[in-house]
């Protein structure tokens, strides 16, 4: 799939600028603040087009800070030495300005979804069946994919499927964590049956848009989060050698090969103004660069518990193996002074460099940021297999070591990986290395049920306590998870709401 073209930004430039309903509190007045009326641009193909597009920019606006904020940062991956302390310390509370980024700008997304869907049968002038199966599939991937983000970091949230046309139905009570994965569930069933293996071309048919497979990945990845393994593997299968890894894994981030055999979704960046470029860069960058805010810093055993932050305590420095190539695409130190230690010398201190652009200009990169990548899907599968039965060598091992591979590493024998527990933990720092600073690190943790035991070592050298008053007995899993806490301003937006969060009272 080759990049997606201009022409996609540019309307979703105007559907962002007049499909503006459905913030924290906008989404109790869905009146449209633009030229065009809603009850007129979702009449036409065209029309209808425009809203489409209008539901990937919620992504664009999630993806440049504020979720790595509250996943990468509240990790044993990430630290920072400035003070937004809230996700690193774990002391989150329910005003966090992050935490409300994401719960709005979500529900954002959402309501563009649910416009689109309860207004395609108004549309006559389709000109094809296709066309209207692409737009329906489109939109229940992203519903699934906005509430997979909201279910993993809230628990229960308010379950709209609906156009909001008033108040009422906005102020909805909490829907259990079960109730919502059965809506993810049955918007990827349905996405994967409407949408296409490929796109044509034209508008509407652009490259960057989810294809049948990317639903598959994301089903794959939901199934993963649940532990339910049969489904992870009959998911992946679906995928599986249909995908091939890049040769070359700094291609994923830095421009050169998007919308590749190598990723199954991703936010897609790449207009020329704010709304359609990214931050990451200069978010990650060093201080002494243009711009620069290093917010987030790779956690380092050498830094021995300095710094202000839990920056020590199985880094992910320490977690690449020699040789693994991957280190010098996510990790450079610029040879820069450690501000941190200045009794180390330069080139010490290590920086997230994965998404560092000096080709754009500062603070816009028109790179797009990878959601699902094929990689994920060969260890989801791996992971699965493993949890069912152990076996010695076999297909698990052998998914396992392409991902080893194709980063420079010998394949792991049998002697090896010679137990599940043996196999277990080498697949997680696997997909430590592999997917460092790309938001899934927090997610694993949670899901695996281990974040505490994780985090308190790193936590140790503040003579902190993680907060497991804050962790809930996930209904599926079984497992501690822990949960952010609802933005307070909701309760005061929606009076249904219900509780908040256990810990945060």
């Known amino acids: 799939m080759m990049k997606i073209n201009k022409r996609f930004f540019k309307k979703l430039c105007f559907a962002t600028l007049t499909l503006t309903w459905a913030g924290c509190q906008n989404i109790l007045e869905p009146d449209i603040q ?113 509430y997979f983000n909201l279910v993993r970091l809230f628990g229960g949230v308010p379950l709209i499927v609906r156009q909001i046309g008033s108040r009422t139905d906005a102020e909805l009570p909490r829907a259990s964590i079960d109730e919502a994965y059965a809506q993810i569930k049955a918007d990827l069933t349905e996405a994967y049956n409407l949408l296409p293996a490929a796109y044509g071309s034209g508008v509407g048919n652009e490259a960057g848009r989810p294809v049948n497979l990317s639903a598959a990945g994301l089903k794959t990845l939901v199934h993963l989060e649940l532990g339910e393994w049969d489904e992870v593997i009959a998911a992946a ?36 103004d704010l709304a359609t470029t990214s931050s990451l860069s200069t978010f990650l960058a060093p201080t002494s660069t243009q711009n620069g805010g290093a917010i987030i810093l790779p956690t ?8 202000g932050g839990p920056s020590s305590g199985n880094g992910i420095v320490q977690a690449f193996e020699t040789g693994d190539l991957r280190k010098e695409v996510s990790l450079n130190s610029y040879n820069l002074p450690n501000f941190v230690d200045a009794s180390k010398p330069a ?14 200009p500062n603070g816009r ?14 260890l989801a599968k791996a992971e699965a297999m493993n949890e069912k039965a152990f076996q010695s060598g076999g297909v698990a091992l052998d998914l396992l070591n392409q ?10 024998t049998t002697a090896l990986a010679n137990s599940q527990e043996s196999f277990r933990k080498a697949l997680r720092n696997e997909r ?10 927090y997610f694993d943790l949670n899901r695996w049920g281990i974040m505490e035991n994780t985090m308190q070592p790193q936590l140790d050298f503040l003579a902190l306590k993680f907060p497991a008053q804050r962790t809930v007995l996930h ?31």
Request: overall charge neutral; glycine content about 8%.
């Open 432 to 441: 430590r290395v592999e997917f460092a600073f790309e938001t899934k690190r």
């Open 237 to 272: 299968d679906l995928v599986i050698g249909k995908k091939t890894l890049q040769n070359n894994y700094a291609s994923y981030f830095d421009g050169s090969a998007e919308n590749n055999q190598g990723t199954l979704f991703e936010v897609q960046y790449g207009g020329v």
């Open 300 to 307: 380092d055993d050498n830094l021995n518990g300095r710094g």
């Open 365 to 378: 990169s028109t790179w797009n940021f990878p959601l699902i990548r094929y990689s994920e899907i060969l």
């Open 34 to 146: 633009g030229q065009i009326p809603l009850e007129t641009l979702l009449t036409t193909e065209s029309g209808m087009l425009t809203a489409v597009n209008g539901m990937y920019a919620p992504l664009q606006t999630m993806y440049k800070g504020s979720f790595q904020r509250l996943t990468d940062l509240a990790s044993d991956d990430g630290w920072t030495w400035r003070n937004e302390l809230e996700p690193d310390l774990f002391i989150a509370e329910p005003v966090f300005t992050h935490s409300q980024n994401i719960w709005s700008t979500s529900y954002q997304g959402i309501a563009r979804t649910n416009t689109v869907l309860d207004n395609l049968d108004k549309v006559t002038d389709f000109s094809s069946e296709q066309s209207r199966k692409n737009i329906e599939g489109q939109a229940r991937f992203l519903r699934a994919a906005y």
């Open 475 to 505: 209904p599926i899993t079984g497992k501690k998870y822990y949960l952010y806490p609802i933005p307070a301003t909701e309760f005061i937006n929606n009076a249904k709401l219900g509780q908040q969060n256990p810990g945060y009272n």
């Open 347 to 360: 080139g010490s201190l290590f920086y997230i460099h994965k998404y560092y652009n000096t080709k754009d």
């Open 403 to 412: 991902v080893r591979v194709k980063a420079g590493l010998p394949a792991l």
